[in-house]
């Protein structure tokens, strides 16, 4: 499945022993109870997962991302120890800082 784009997919018990998932975009999919072991996790983007009692994480092979939104509840897997990427998401008042900086260039322009 590489590059698969699985966006909130039921994958509930699915067995995903040695699969390829490269690339794979699966933000916001229920993975409880999914068999990952040897699966290739390169570059695959977990955001927002439910990964409740996933098995096989601590053996599959490539670096995923993640957020802080996603389950890790039951696997006992430490993704940070594993050397996957929490994906930043800039914060709220960043962000509002930013729009009333451009507002206030806009507005300074006229």
């Known amino acids: 499945m590489p590059g698969a784009g699985l966006l909130f997919a039921a ?3 699915a067995d ?6 490269a ?9 409880t109870f999914v068999n990952f072991f040897t699966a290739d996790q390169t570059n695959v983007d977990l955001s927002s997962e439910i990964l ?10 490539g670096s995923a991302l993640y957020d802080i939104n996603t ?3 039951g696997t006992g897997f ?3 120890a594993a050397g996957w990427t929490l ?3 800039p914060e709220p008042g960043t962000a ?3 729009g009333l900086g451009l507002a206030g260039l806009a507005a300074r322009r006229r």
């Open 11 to 13: 994958l509930g018990g």
């Open 16 to 21: 995903l022993f040695g699969a390829v998932l």
């Open 87 to 89: 994906v930043p998401v």
């Open 52 to 61: 409740t009692n996933a098995s096989g994480l601590d053996t599959s092979t």
């Open 71 to 73: 389950d890790f509840t």
């Open 78 to 80: 430490d993704p940070v």
């Open 96 to 98: 509002l800082l930013m």
């Open 23 to 31: 690339n794979a975009v699966l933000v916001g999919a229920d993975l």
